[in-house]
């Protein structure tokens, strides 16, 4: 039995900033009505003016399924604000994570609308506004109004509707899969412990130094700004200096100040304004926003982030955090205990910057166990390929920028330098995917290294010359893709290749991985480009964020499948783990980060477990290395 759910709330709190889960702790936050349904039956409506729903109660204790868009909001909703009886979560499901687990946009309306849904299986234009009206502040005051809240009863119930016929038109997850989703849950319920006490001590510096950055740009300015902020401002002040500034980005910002002819006080200027902007910093405001009463904070990790499968982060972004640029971030941390930019070692902004990975803590009594794959990418896409000579040198544990170094300059491996090994380092990151001379342009400037176009043309060749199964495997798996969408009619047939095989089935290209889960390119087909007939397909595009076409080639496709092959393997590590008894509270990228009790298991035990190959990955080099401590570091 199925049972879709949706709750409408009131709260003061900001769920977008604090998070479901932090969001339903809130004082403020209240249900307003409960819109269910039965299987395909009617929806019905509840509201907090009702006796309890013992028969829906009754319904789950006999082992009805749960579902929901978002389902981790009902979850919360259920358990912290209404206190009803406790679900497991192995019975909760989530419609918006079939929808990403297919490439779909998580948005429930823009879902229906590239799934083709009208009328009463569409999510209403309207909602919006309700929600703005009764379910938080308006103008800074709480509404009632009794005809606008029938209709956001309607709308409520109408969302069950949405929801049920868009799961109708998805696959479910099956096996493996649904049991990642369910850990992941899990993770995402017990959430990473925060140092409170040193994320309020971060932010009190924070405010304090930002004042003293503000009286500088004053002095500096002679009264003229107060600070940094306006970028019409500071570009014409620049400007009023003897000095022109094409852009207020970061980018523009940092090669102005490295321009011997910017004056000095613009340069300090530049510096005041990028202390203050650094995004990084805000992170502890993210943090301070996400703690719930527990000191924890959950929901962190989105699941099916990207259309391969990998996850993404959510509140404080736990996917890229920055990387310390200062030796001894525990002295740091210690210097903020006194709340005072002065006693900070270094620029403050730069230093505290440094410390945000030290805000993610063990528990009472616990330590962190912390493990990263080494090179998986690299590894999975030659382990794809039938590269065996680039597969040699990982089973060597050898360093496979060296050896491409050696293999583009026709060196012996033991011979090839530091300025080579930079050159097969960058080759390797840039090119692996069908990367052009831009693109090897482009990666080596974000490493500080100028290179010619005619250089970059000779790397490029070199490299395709050295990675000859890699570039045939950009030509298989489009070829491929391609006979798919162009024998559509042909159901029953699979194009192999990469370790799987292409299928077109009802307008989306389909991908089976080696780990039998589905890659999906959603509503694929031809249209006519500049050089012939390109292979495009429906997607979030990751700059616009908007649903529109994206264009497929051989390096892109390939990408998609390396990325998600490695996905499944850091998804299966984290069941067996979590089955062994090693707690998970984040994972990010390819690193998978437990909270252990001081007294179960041991690094080398959790390295081990990670690198245990399922079936499907036979012949894979696969290492982890790792270590323990009492705050998360890299």
């Known amino acids: 039995m199925k049972i879709s759910i949706d709750f409408e709330t009131y709260s003061e709190c900001d769920i977008f900033k604090a998070g479901a889960y932090a969001y339903a702790d809130h004082h403020s936050t209240e249900v307003l009505c409960l819109a269910y349904a039965v299987d395909d039956g009617e929806p019905k409506l509840w509201t907090p003016d009702m006796p309890a729903p013992t028969a829906l109660f009754n319904l789950i204790t006999g082992g009805a399924v749960l579902w929901a868009w978002n389902s981790f909001f009902e979850m919360s909703i259920w358990s912290q604000v209404l206190g009803w009886p406790a679900v497991p979560i192995s019975q909760w499901r989530d419609t918006a994570a079939l929808a990403a687990a ?41 509404r009632k109004d009794p005809e606008l809240f029938k209709e956001l009863c309607d ?8 929801e049920r016929e868009i799961r109708k038109k998805l696959r479910p997850l099956r096996g493996v899969e649904e049991q990642v989703w369910v850990v992941d849950q899990i993770i995402n319920w017990r959430g990473v412990r925060l140092d409170r006490d040193s994320i309020f001590n971060a932010l009190d510096i924070i405010d304090k130094h930002s004042l003293v950055l503000n009286s500088q ?34 980018a523009a910002i940092a090669e102005a100040m490295a321009d011997d002819s910017c004056p000095e006080n613009v340069k300090k200027f530049l510096e005041i304004r990028q202390a203050l902007s650094r995004s990084s910093t805000k992170k502890y405001e993210s943090m301070k926003t996400l703690l719930g009463c527990d000191g924890r904070a959950h929901g962190v990790l989105m699941y099916h982030g990207a259309a391969t499968g990998r996850w993404s982060g959510r509140g404080f972004q736990p996917q890229n955090l920055p990387r310390p ?21 270094g620029e403050p902004m730069e230093s ?51 050896y491409t170094a050696a293999e583009m300059y026709a060196i012996p491996y033991s011979d090839v330098d530091y300025d080579q090994r930079f050159v097969g380092k960058v080759a390797t990151l840039a090119l ?62 699979e194009y192999k290749c990469a370790r799987g095989a292409f299928k077109f089935v009802k307008g989306d290209l389909l991908f089976r991985l080696p780990s039998r889960r589905i890659l999906s390119f959603p509503q694929a087909k031809f249209v006519e480009g500049d050089r012939g007939m390109d292979l495009v397909y429906n997607g979030m595009n990751n700059h616009t964020h ?6 497929a080639y051989g390096g892109s496709l390939v990408q998609s499948i390396t990325q998600a092959v490695a996905r499944d393997l850091l998804a299966e590590a984290i069941l067996r783990l979590e089955a062994k008894g090693y707690p998970i509270v984040l994972h990010v990228h390819d690193e998978i980060v437990a909270d252990v009790p001081n007294i179960v298991g041991s690094l080398s ?30």
């Open 102 to 142: 297919q490439a779909y946009p998580r948005a429930l309306g823009k879902c229906g609308e590239a799934l083709g849904l009208t009328g009463d299986a569409a999510k209403s234009k309207r909602g919006k506004l309700l929600i703005q009206r009764l379910c938080k502040p308006y103008r800074g005051e709480r």
């Open 155 to 162: 709308y409520c119930l109408q969302d069950v509707v949405a």
């Open 217 to 250: 740009v004053k002095k500096i300015t002679n009264n003229q700004m107060d600070s940094t902020g306006s970028r019409a401002k500071s570009m014409m002040w620049i400007e009023q200096q003897g000095y022109t500034i094409e852009s207020y980005d970061k």
């Open 325 to 345: 640029t200062i030796d001894d971030v525990d002295a740091v941390i210690e210097q903020m205990t006194l709340r005072e930019p002065s006693e900070i070692d």
């Open 352 to 402: 505290l910057a440094s410390c945000l990975r030290g805000m993610l803590i063990a528990s009472e009594g616990h330590r962190l166990i912390v493990s990263d794959y080494a090179s998986i990418e690299a590894r999975v896409l030659s382990w794809l390929a039938g590269h065996d000579d680039a597969l040699d040198i990982f089973r060597d544990n050898k360093d496979i920028y060296k």
């Open 432 to 493: 692996g995917y069908q990367g052009g001379v831009r693109a090897f342009q482009k990666m080596s400037e974000a490493y500080g290294t100028e290179v010619t176009e005619d250089q970059a043309l000779k790397i490029r060749n070199d490299w395709r010359e050295a990675n000859s199964p890699i570039v045939k495997l950009w030509v298989q798996v489009e070829k491929q893709a391609r006979n798919a969408i162009s024998y559509k009619d042909n159901r029953d047939v």
């Open 546 to 551: 908007k649903w529109g076409q994206i264009k």
């Open 605 to 634: 035990d959790f390295e081990t477990e990670m690198c245990r190959l399922p079936q499907w990955a036979e012949g894979l080099p696969v290492t982890a290395e790792g270590y323990e401590s009492q705050r998360y570091r890299k």
